[in-house]
C-alpha cells in the first residue's frame, strides 16, 4: 500500500519530469532533433493519417520502393500510449506523450525499490535518476526507446508474477524498441538470482515468454521482414562498432562536466572559422575563432549523445554509499552488481578494446546491434538499485542527510537536463518547403532516388551576439528537414527509392537501390532509374556530362537538368510509371537478370494508380501475348486480382513483380493482405486470453484459502 509519504515523494518525482519538458508542453514550441525529423515523425504521422483514415497500417509504398508497415517494430504502432498520436497531432501528441513515459518510469522503479526495503526518499532517489537521468533526458529524439525504458522497472517490479512480467514485456515490446527492453531484462535476469530467489525467476522467465507471445501482433511481422533483410549481415563489423567510449569518457556517466574538468586546457587558437549563409534574399558571413565544444553535440544538445548517460555527482554518490553497504552486509550480491557496472562499461569500450571488439563480433545480442557506447542504458538496473540502498541507509543514520542529498540530486538533474535538446516553432514540422512542392506538383505515381547517403547536421552549436545568427539557425534547422533527408518524405505522400533510416529493408530492394547508387556516374543510371519507377534523382553534387542532357537536345539515356532546389534535380524521361507491357521475349529476360544487366526501357508504359497504401491497379492494352512488369517489390502478402480471379505473378529483375497477361485489355488490381500479420493477431489474442484465464483462476484459488 502507498501511504502519505509515498504519495508525497511520487508528486516531488512526477513534477521533475514535467518540468524538464516544460519548455514544448505549452505546444509553440517542439523538439525535432535528429530521429524525430528523419523518423520518428514521418512514421508516426503515416500510421496516424492510415488509421484516421479507417485503414490498416500494413503497407508503406513511400520508402525504398516499399515495404511493410507492420513488420516494422520501431513505429511503435500497437503500442498503447501511441492513442495520442492517433488523435492528436504530432506536435502536440510527443510532448504528453514523453511526460507519461517518464511517469510510467518513475512509478515503477519507485514501487520496485520500495518493495525492495528501500525507504520512500530512497525510492524517489532511485525513481528521479531513472526518469530523469542523462539515458532518458539525452534520448528524447527516440520516443520509442524511452517507451522501451519506461516498462524496465516494471519487469524488475513483478518478478516472480507470471503475469505481471508478461503484460510489462509485451508493452515494453510494443513500445517499439525490443533490443532496449531485452538488455535490461538480461541484466536484471542475472541480478535476480541474488536477490529475489531462483522460484520467482523462473516464473519471470515464462512471464518474459508470454510477453513474446502478447506481442506477437508486431514481432511475427518483423520476423517475417527481419529473415528477407540482410541490413545488419551485410554491414560490416567495424562499421557496427564504429564507435566506442575511452576510458576516460567514464567520467560522463558521473557527470559530462567533470570530464570537461579532466581534458587538457585548449591551446590559443586564433584560427577563423567562417559560416556563409546564403538564404532567399539573405546573405551574412559570421566568424568564430577557436574549435567548438569539445563535449557538445554540432546538432544542438547539450552534450554528444555517448557522454549523455549521465547518473548526477550527487547520484553516484548515493550509488557508492550503497555499494560500500552491499559489499559489507551481502558481499557476493555486491561483487555481482559491480561485475554488472564493470560488464556495461566494457562493452561501452566498443573499438577502443580489442577485447570489447571481439565481444561485439562474437556475441549473439551485441551482433544484432551498433553503437557500442549507446549501452550506457544498461546501467539503469544497478545504479538506482545502489542509490536506494545508500539512501535508505543514510536515512536510517542521518535523515536531513539524506533528504539533502535526495534535493540535491534533484537540483542537479534539473539543472543538467533543463533545456538539454533544442526546440523550434511548431511549424516546423507542417512547413514544405520547395524541394517538396515541386515534387507534389511534378512527381505523380512515381519515384524519386536520392544519392546522397547521409549529410550532417548544421554546425549550429556556436554562439554569436549577432541577432542575425538566431535566424541563421533557425533557417539552417528547417532547410534540413524540407531536404527529406532520411524519411521525412512520409507525410507528404512522396515515395522514396531510398529509406535511409529504415531499420529493416528487404534484402532485394537494398541490392537494387545500391546498385543504383554505385552507377550514379555511368550512362546506364537512367534506365535503371525508369525501370524501377524513378522519375528524379536528387543528388548533392553535378553529375557528369556525359549523363546528363538538355531538353532541347535529350538524347537516348540521358538525364534532363532540372536546376536546384535544395538538392539538383534530374528527371529520366521514361520513368513516368511504374508498369509497362513487354512481349513474352522481353518478359523473359527480365526474369534471368537484374536491373544491373538489363539496358534500355522497352515495351508499353501501362496506366498504374495507387488506389491506397496497400492497393494500386494496373490496367492497359496488350497487343499480343506477353507480361506486365510492374515496379513494386516481390513481397510475401501481395495478391494480383483479374476479373474477380486470383493471378500468379513472378519475380522480374531480382526485386519486382511480373504477371502474364492475354492480348487485349487488361486490369489488375494488387492487395496486400499478409499472412504473418494474421497470425500475429491470433498469437497476441491468444495470448492475452490465456493470460487473462489465468490470472482468474489464480485470484480465485487465492480467494478460496
Not at 453 to 466: A, C, Q, Y
Not at 565 to 585: M, N, V
Request: glycine fraction near 8%; charged fraction near 20%; hydrophobic fraction near 50%.
Amino acid at each position: 500500500m502507498i501511504g502519505k509519504r509515498d504519495a508525497a515523494v511520487l508528486l516531488v518525482v512526477a513534477a521533475l519530469p514535467a518540468l524538464l519538458l516544460a519548455p514544448t508542453l505549452a505546444g509553440s514550441q517542439v523538439y525535432f532533433i535528429n530521429d524525430l525529423t528523419h523518423a520518428t515523425h514521418p512514421w508516426r504521422t503515416l500510421t496516424a493519417e492510415l488509421l484516421q483514415k479507417g485503414q490498416a497500417p500494413l503497407w508503406n509504398p513511400y520508402s525504398s520502393f516499399g515495404l511493410p508497415l507492420a513488420g516494422n517494430l520501431q513505429t511503435a504502432l500497437f503500442d498503447p500510449a501511441s492513442v495520442l498520436f492517433h488523435f492528436f497531432p504530432f506536435v502536440q501528441a510527443l510532448s504528453p506523450y514523453l511526460l507519461l513515459m517518464y511517469w510510467l518510469a518513475a512509478f515503477w522503479a519507485y514501487l520496485w525499490l520500495r518493495r525492495l526495503g528501500a525507504s520512500p526518499a530512497a525510492a524517489g532517489g532511485g525513481a528521479i535518476v531513472f526518469a530523469a537521468g542523462g539515458t532518458m533526458v539525452s534520448h528524447i529524439q527516440f520516443p520509442n526507446l524511452v517507451a522501451s525504458l519506461a516498462w524496465g522497472p516494471a519487469l524488475f517490479l513483478f518478478t516472480g508474477r507470471l503475469a505481471l512480467v508478461a503484460l510489462a514485456a509485451g508493452l515494453g515490446l510494443l513500445a517499439g524498441y525490443p533490443p532496449i527492453l531485452a538488455g535490461l531484462a538480461g541484466v536484471w535476469l542475472v541480478l535476480a538470482q541474488a536477490l529475489e530467489g531462483r522460484s520467482r525467476l523462473g516464473r519471470s522467465l515464462l512471464g518474459l515468454a508470454a510477453g513474446l507471445a502478447l506481442a506477437g501482433v508486431v514481432l511475427v511481422p518483423g520476423m517475417e521482414l527481419a529473415a528477407r533483410s540482410h541490413r545488419m549481415e551485410t554491414m560490416s563489423a567495424k562499421e557496427r562498432v564504429s564507435s566506442g567510449m575511452k576510458y576516460a569518457e567514464f567520467l560522463s556517466i558521473v557527470h559530462p562536466e567533470l570530464l570537461r574538468l579532466s581534458l587538457p586546457a585548449p591551446k590559443a587558437d586564433d584560427q577563423a572559422f567562417h559560416v556563409k549563409w546564403r538564404y532567399e534574399d539573405h546573405s551574412a558571413t559570421f566568424t568564430f575563432l577557436g574549435q567548438g565544444d569539445p563535449i557538445g553535440d554540432p546538432a544542438g544538445p547539450r552534450y554528444l549523445p555517448h557522454l549523455s548517460g549521465y547518473f548526477g555527482v550527487m547520484g553516484t554518490l548515493a550509488a557508492c554509499i550503497g555499494l560500500a553497504l552491499l559489499m559489507r552486509r551481502r558481499p557476493a550480491t555486491g561483487l555481482l552488481v559491480t561485475a554488472c557496472v564493470a560488464a556495461t562499461l566494457f562493452i561501452c569500450l566498443g573499438k577502443n578494446s580489442p577485447a570489447s571488439f571481439w565481444l561485439w563480433t562474437h556475441a549473439p545480442y551485441l551482433k544484432q546491434l551498433r553503437h557500442p557506447p549507446r549501452m550506457h542504458f544498461l546501467l539503469l538496473a544497478p545504479v538506482p538499485l545502489l542509490i536506494g540502498a545508500g539512501l535508505t541507509a543514510l536515512s536510517r543514520r542521518k535523515r536531513a542527510a539524506a533528504a539533502i542529498l535526495l534535493g540535491a540530486m534533484a537540483v542537479e538533474l534539473t539543472a543538467t537536463g533543463w533545456r538539454f535538446q533544442p526546440t523550434i516553432a511548431a511549424d516546423y514540422f507542417a512547413e514544405k518547403g520547395p524541394l517538396v512542392k515541386d515534387l507534389q506538383e511534378h512527381l505523380g505515381a512515381s519515384r524519386y532516388f536520392m544519392l546522397p547517403k547521409g549529410e550532417i547536421w548544421p554546425l549550429v552549436e556556436r554562439e554569436s551576439d549577432d541577432p542575425r545568427w538566431a535566424r541563421l539557425r533557425d533557417a539552417a534547422y528547417r532547410s534540413y528537414k524540407q531536404k527529406l533527408f532520411g524519411l521525412a518524405n512520409l507525410p507528404f505522400h512522396l515515395a522514396s527509392a531510398t529509406g535511409v533510416y529504415e531499420p529493416l529493408v528487404p534484402a532485394e530492394s537494398e541490392i537494387v537501390a545500391k546498385m543504383i547508387e554505385k552507377n550514379h556516374e555511368t550512362t546506364r543510371l537512367a534506365a535503371m532509374l525508369a525501370w524501377t519507377g524513378c522519375r528524379f534523382v536528387l543528388s548533392k553534387d553535378e553529375l557528369p556530362p556525359y549523363v546528363v542532357g538538355h531538353e532541347a537536345a535529350l538524347l537516348p539515356g540521358r538525364l534532363l537538368d532540372r536546376g536546384l532546389q535544395l538538392w539538383r534535380i534530374y528527371e529520366t524521361p521514361d520513368g513516368k510509371s511504374r508498369a509497362r507491357w513487354l512481349p513474352e521475349k522481353e518478359a523473359q529476360r527480365l526474369r534471368e537478370r537484374d536491373v544491373g544487366g538489363i539496358g534500355e526501357v522497352r515495351g508499353t508504359e501501362w496506366s498504374y494508380k495507387r488506389l491506397r497504401e496497400d492497393r494500386f491497379d494496373v490496367e492497359g492494352e496488350a497487343p499480343e501475348g506477353g507480361a506486365v512488369f510492374v515496379a513494386e517489390p516481390f513481397f510475401p502478402g501481395w495478391k494480383a486480382y483479374s476479373r474477380g480471379k486470383t493471378q500468379p505473378f513472378e519475380r522480374a529483375l531480382g526485386a519486382f513483380l511480373q504477371v502474364r497477361v492475354p492480348k487485349g485489355f487488361s486490369r489488375l488490381i494488387f492487395v496486400y493482405r499478409p499472412v504473418s500479420f494474421v497470425i500475429g493477431v491470433a498469437v497476441t489474442l491468444a495470448t492475452l486470453f490465456a493470460l487473462i484465464l489465468f490470472s482468474l483462476r489464480l485470484h480465485r484459488r487465492s480467494s478460496l484459502a
